[in-house]
């Protein structure tokens, strides 16, 4: 039984593990930075003297922002 799924044409294990190498798209890094900005009001909320609900909505506003433009203006392509 051969386990292997590399083909017989030539290619090295190098090349085929190039190919099925994830990449990052633009949605993706939207993606990260929503928890990011989040966390950011979190910890302004802590360590002013905002309270923490207050530097959350703060930065809630630019998430909300980063949403809109995934959604609208720049939706991922290739969704089955």
Do not use: H, K
């Not at 939207?30 to 309270?51: H, Q, R």
């Not at 630019?62 to 991922?76: M, R, T």
Request: hydrophobic share 50%.
């Amino acid at each position: 039984m051969n386990r292997s799924r590399q083909s017989d044409d030539g290619d090295s294990v190098v090349e085929t593990v190039r190919e099925r190498r994830p990449t990052v798209a633009p949605a993706d890094l939207l993606l990260t930075t929503l928890p990011a900005l989040l966390l950011a009001g979190w910890a302004a909320g802590v360590l002013s003297a905002l309270s923490v609900s207050v530097a959350l909505a703060i930065g809630t506003l630019p998430a909300l922002g980063i949403v809109g433009y995934a959604l609208f203006y720049d939706p991922p392509n290739g969704c089955v």
